[in-house]
């Protein structure tokens, strides 16, 4: 009786139970009686909901990413944890990295210690590479340390008494 | 012959009270990402449905407003595991279903008594509704509301939240099914039982209040 009142039956069970409610009398009252009390319940009045709910939600979701980090899904999406390490140090060198870059309004006497500094690295870097290149072509003589203990041994006045 | 104007029509899909499910699954998408204004979207279009479900499976618009900012806190945050995208308003009702069923375990929300002298003022059901207006726009009296409220709230967990979702919130059988997790056979039997309860419940006081017969 629910589901026909409710709109629930095949057309077929329908069918059956509209033949039945034709030549049933106490079908009928009690399917009076029950889309009655349906009635009544279908004219509930419904909530609006408050203005400010959506202020306690938002607040609740921001309160819960710093206190429960672990449980939040929001938190480990925006804020994976593994990844705050890494952010960090990257901040970091962005950081020095801007200190050290010239801007276009930054102090005269800065960017000429600056330039000065970038001369200088070059100088060394030139000098390293020097070095390196000698290192390279340098032909070190062959010294035996063996051959040169023995000649030493046949200097040593000591053992020659 | 029987009065053709009982039967109901059958009730619209449930698709038709949802979100579109292209729209459905970009929000709930964005949502997973952590974009709150998805989240605030998908809100205004299912914070209504919950309040209004907690509403009358509690009988208190305070309890009902603390449920409902419960569950939306808990469904973003768990929306991680919400792997089909249009069942959102299923699992939604589930949690709500599950804050209710946490915070009265055991025990049924207190509803505040009929006051049958009240009642008794009334002369007539005319009073008890606004005749001006069709059934469907026709406003209860606090009474009458009261009534069935507690009609409702008296109603074991089980058939309550069926009912609710049924009579208040017209939902199909098989989405009622989905969100309570039993079966269709279940459910149908389940609303019935309810719906004869809380017949019985008005007519045992609109008979003895009104002497109304026809209940």
């Given at each position: 009786m629910t589901a026909y009142l409710d709109g629930e039956l095949a057309s077929r069970e329908l069918q059956e139970v509209d033949t039945h409610l034709a030549g049933c009398t106490n079908c009928r009252d009690e399917l009076e009686s029950l889309k009655f009390a349906y009635d009544l319940t279908m004219q509930l009045p419904e909530l609006d909901v408050s203005a400010d709910l959506w202020d306690r939600i938002y607040t609740g979701l921001l309160t819960s990413v710093t206190t429960s980090p672990d449980s939040n899904n929001f938190s480990r999406r925006?804020?994976?944890?593994?990844w705050i390490p890494i952010g960090a140090t990257l901040a970091g060198l962005l950081a020095v990295v801007l200190m050290l870059a010239p801007g276009t309004n930054s102090d005269p006497v800065a960017e000429q210690k600056f330039a000065e500094f970038l001369r200088q690295r070059e100088q060394i870097s030139i000098h390293n590479r020097q070095l390196l290149n000698n290192l390279d072509n340098h032909h070190l003589p062959a010294i035996n340390p063996f051959v040169e203990a023995i000649s030493y041994r046949n200097q040593n006045p000591f053992l020659q008494e | 012959m029987k009065d053709e104007t009982q039967k109901r029509e059958p009730?619209?899909?449930?698709a038709s009270s949802n979100l579109p499910a292209s729209r459905l699954r970009e929000l709930v998408g964005r949502a997973q990402e952590g974009d709150l204004d998805a989240f605030q979207e998908l809100y205004s279009f299912y914070g209504r449905k919950i309040l209004n479900y907690l509403y009358r499976m509690t009988g208190s618009r305070e309890e009902a407003e603390d449920l409902a900012q419960d569950t939306f806190i808990l469904a973003f945050r768990n929306?991680?595991?919400?792997?089909?995208?249009?069942r959102f308003q299923s699992w939604l009702f589930r949690i709500a279903q599950n804050n209710v069923y946490q915070k009265y375990r055991g025990k049924r929300p207190q509803i505040e008594s009929i006051d049958e002298e009240d009642f008794n003022?009334?002369?007539?059901?005319?009073?008890?509704?606004?005749?001006?207006?069709g059934p469907e726009e026709a406003v209860l009296s606090d009474e009458l509301e009261a009534l069935v409220q507690q009609a409702i709230s008296e109603l074991p967990e089980k058939y309550r939240t069926v009912f609710v979702l049924s009579?208040?919130?017209?939902?199909s059988y098989q989405r009622i099914s989905e969100i309570v997790g039993r079966s269709l056979a279940s459910v149908k039997s389940d609303i019935h039982r309810a719906r004869v309860e809380v017949r019985d419940k008005i007519k045992k006081y609109l008979g003895k209040n009104y002497g109304m017969s026809k209940l």
């Open positions: 925006a804020w994976p944890r593994k | 009730r619209k899909s449930d929306l991680g595991s919400l792997k089909h995208p249009e003022e009334l002369s007539d059901l005319q009073r008890l509704s606004t005749p001006s207006k009579a208040i919130q017209k939902m």
